[in-house]
C-alpha cells in the first residue's frame, strides 16, 4: 500500500543521500508562470494573477492542467450492472469505492484507448460490447483549467475472482458490479464520496434516464 510523507528539504536529501539516481517527476520553472510541472503524467500547475473589473491585482492562484484525454469510466457488464473499485487513495489516506479512471499515456492517446487500457488495468480482461462518450466533466472549477472526459463501456467480463499484481499494485482491493439501485443506495448512505465518480454517474443516470423517455414516445 502507497502512503507520503511531506517531501521538504530534508526528506528531499534524504532520498538522495539512499539513491542518488533517484528521479523527481516534478520541475518548478516560477520565473515562467509553473509552480509545478511533470512531463510524465501531462500536469503543469501555473500561478496566476486574479485582476478585478478594474485591471487591478486581487490576489494570486494557482490553475492546472491535464492533457486532453484523461477521462474517467462507467463499466456496465452483460447484466447492466455497474463495475466499481474498492481502492486506496494514499493522499486522504482512506479507501474509495469509485470508477476506474486515469491519465492518457500520452499526447497521442485518445480518450477511447485511455478508457479501455485503464478499464483492463483496473477491472479486468473483458470483450468490448460498446463505447459512448457522456461528454466532459471539471473536477474542480476553482483550479482545473481542463476537463476530463467521461466514457460509457458497456463490457462482457466473467466473473472476477482473483486481483491481479497490476491491481494490486494500483491498491485495488476489490471489483464489484452493482445494480442501479443499489449503486444510488451507496450514494444515499455516503458510501460513495468521490467527486469524480459521483459526477460520472450523475451523467450516466440522466444519460439512461433520457433513452427511456425516447423509447417511452417512440
Same mark, same amino acid.
Given at each position: 500500500? =502507497?502512503?507520503?510523507?511531506?517531501?521538504?528539504?530534508? @526528506? =528531499? =536529501?534524504?532520498?538522495?543521500?539512499?539513491?542518488? !539516481?533517484?528521479?523527481?517527476?516534478?520541475?518548478?520553472?516560477?520565473?515562467?508562470?509553473?509552480?509545478?510541472?511533470? !512531463?510524465?503524467?501531462? &500536469? /503543469?500547475?501555473?500561478?496566476? $494573477?486574479?485582476?478585478?473589473?478594474?485591471?487591478?491585482?486581487?490576489?494570486?492562484?494557482?490553475?492546472?492542467?491535464?492533457? @486532453?484525454?484523461?477521462? &474517467? +469510466?462507467?463499466?456496465?457488464?452483460?447484466? #447492466?450492472?455497474?463495475?466499481?473499485?474498492?481502492?486506496?487513495?494514499?493522499?486522504?489516506?482512506?479507501?474509495?469505492? !469509485?470508477?476506474?479512471?486515469?491519465? $492518457?499515456?500520452?499526447?497521442?492517446?485518445?480518450?477511447?484507448?485511455?478508457?479501455?487500457?485503464?478499464?483492463?488495468?483496473?477491472?479486468?480482461?473483458?470483450?468490448?460490447?460498446? +463505447?459512448?462518450?457522456? #461528454?466532459?466533466?471539471?473536477?474542480?472549477?476553482?483550479?482545473?483549467? /481542463?476537463?476530463? #472526459? &467521461?466514457?460509457?463501456?458497456?463490457?462482457?467480463?466473467?466473473?472476477?475472482? =482473483?486481483?491481479?499484481?497490476?491491481?494490486? @499494485?494500483?491498491?485495488?482491493?476489490?471489483?464489484?458490479?452493482?445494480?442501479?439501485?443499489?449503486?444510488?443506495?451507496?450514494?444515499?448512505? #455516503?458510501?460513495?464520496?468521490?467527486?469524480? /465518480?459521483?459526477?460520472?454517474? @450523475?451523467?450516466?443516470?440522466?444519460?439512461?434516464?433520457?433513452?427511456?423517455?425516447?423509447?417511452?414516445?417512440?
Amino acid at each position: 500500500m =502507497k502512503k507520503k510523507i511531506l517531501l521538504n528539504v530534508v @526528506a =528531499k =536529501k534524504d532520498f538522495l543521500y539512499q539513491k542518488k !539516481s533517484i528521479h523527481f517527476g516534478w520541475k518548478s520553472d516560477i520565473s515562467n508562470g509553473i509552480v509545478f510541472q511533470n !512531463s510524465n503524467l501531462g &500536469v /503543469t500547475l501555473y500561478y496566476f $494573477a486574479v485582476l478585478n473589473e478594474h485591471n487591478s491585482f486581487e490576489y494570486d492562484t494557482f490553475g492546472i492542467e491535464e492533457r @486532453a484525454h484523461n477521462c &474517467v +469510466s462507467v463499466v456496465v457488464n452483460q447484466d #447492466g450492472n455497474i463495475g466499481l473499485l474498492k481502492e486506496y487513495r494514499f493522499m486522504p489516506e482512506r479507501y474509495f469505492i !469509485s470508477c476506474p479512471r486515469g491519465f $492518457a499515456d500520452s499526447d497521442e492517446e485518445n480518450r477511447v484507448k485511455c478508457s479501455l487500457r485503464e478499464i483492463e488495468e483496473e477491472i479486468g480482461e473483458y470483450q468490448l460490447i460498446e +463505447s459512448i462518450d457522456l #461528454g466532459d466533466l471539471y473536477q474542480n472549477t476553482t483550479f482545473f483549467i /481542463t476537463p476530463i #472526459g &467521461v466514457r460509457l463501456v458497456k463490457i462482457n467480463i466473467s466473473e472476477t475472482k =482473483k486481483l491481479t499484481e497490476l491491481q494490486k @499494485a494500483e491498491d485495488i482491493n476489490g471489483v464489484s458490479f452493482y445494480s442501479i439501485e443499489d449503486t444510488k443506495n451507496m450514494i444515499r448512505n #455516503g458510501k460513495i464520496v468521490c467527486g469524480i /465518480t459521483l459526477a460520472a454517474l @450523475a451523467k450516466y443516470f440522466s444519460y439512461i434516464e433520457d433513452k427511456r423517455v425516447i423509447e417511452h414516445f417512440d
